[in-house]
């Protein structure tokens, strides 16, 4: 399990030595676990659902930050996002939102499900951020539970 999350990180690693994460949208905060236990990164988790950080604190023994990402002042040298964007009433609000969080001369990540951001975004701006190809519980014919 977790065999994308690391692929991810993998890539991560290639790129800058030991970046500062930051995870918008972290869920159930298994990709911020393993970028700090197996990874060794500096890495936070923001999340708005009390439900999900609950579990994160219980399960992997993580604090995710439990507010908008307004309230983040810091800068990170890594901002991601996974199957968040098509959820956002304003995806690109959120992605200059996120961009801003970045250091200079860093990079961000997202993982949109196509099923559901073709409807929001334009397919130019969709695939600007990706690390790689999707791949979502969310398809046509198929919704997850927030579409």
Known sequence: MGFRWRYILRTLQRHTAVPKLLDVGAGNGYFVYLARAEFGLRADGLEISAAEADFARDTFGIELLRADLS???????????????????????????????????DAGADDPNPSC???????????????????????????????
């Open 71 to 105: 309230i983040v002042t810091e800068k990170y040298d890594v901002v991601t996002s996974f199957n968040v964007l098509e959820h956002v009433k304003q995806p690109t609000t959120l992605l200059t939102e996120m961009s801003e969080r970045l250091a200079p001369g």
């Open 117 to 147: 951001i073709h409807r929001r975004l334009p397919a130019s701006t969709a695939g600007t951020w990706s690390v790689r190809p999707t791949t979502s519980t969310c398809s046509p014919g198929r919704r997850c539970r927030r579409c």
